[in-house]
């Protein structure tokens, strides 16, 4: 069974900077990509992105604002927001593409971690 577990979300005002962590685990099997993820209507929006080799992947609205890292050896990964704004408020998930001892691949999500951005 795969969890992952956030933390770290909360309220901040604009120009403030919160840290997002999530721990992921699970017996048998390989986590290849980790990331963060926001929930816009109907669909949850690549934030970024971090793979087993530590290749990252941010999107355009948060490039210079944000950073993500990885701890391996923990299976744990790390957004740190920096100068928010009002638009970043949501709900962040942390998505990881897990892969089982048979080669198959899927994407589990986490609970989701709300983050409200004051102006």
């Known amino acids: 069974q795969v969890l992952l577990v956030e933390s770290g979300g909360g309220l901040v005002q604009a120009g403030g900077s919160l840290r997002l962590s999530c721990a992921a685990s699970g017996s048998g099997f390989s986590f290849n990509a980790l990331g963060w993820y926001r929930q816009a209507p109907g669909v949850r929006v690549l934030v970024a992105s971090c793979t087993s080799r530590s290749s990252t992947n941010y999107a355009d609205s948060v490039k210079g604002r944000f950073t993500i890292s990885r701890d391996s050896a923990k299976n744990t990964v790390y957004l740190q927001m920096n100068r928010l704004k009002s638009e970043d408020t949501a709900v962040y998930y942390c998505?990881?593409?897990?892969?089982?001892?048979?080669?198959?691949?899927?994407?589990?999500w986490g609970q989701g971690t709300q983050v409200t951005v004051s102006s």
């Open positions: 998505g990881a593409d897990v892969e089982n001892s048979r080669g198959y691949t899927f994407r589990y």
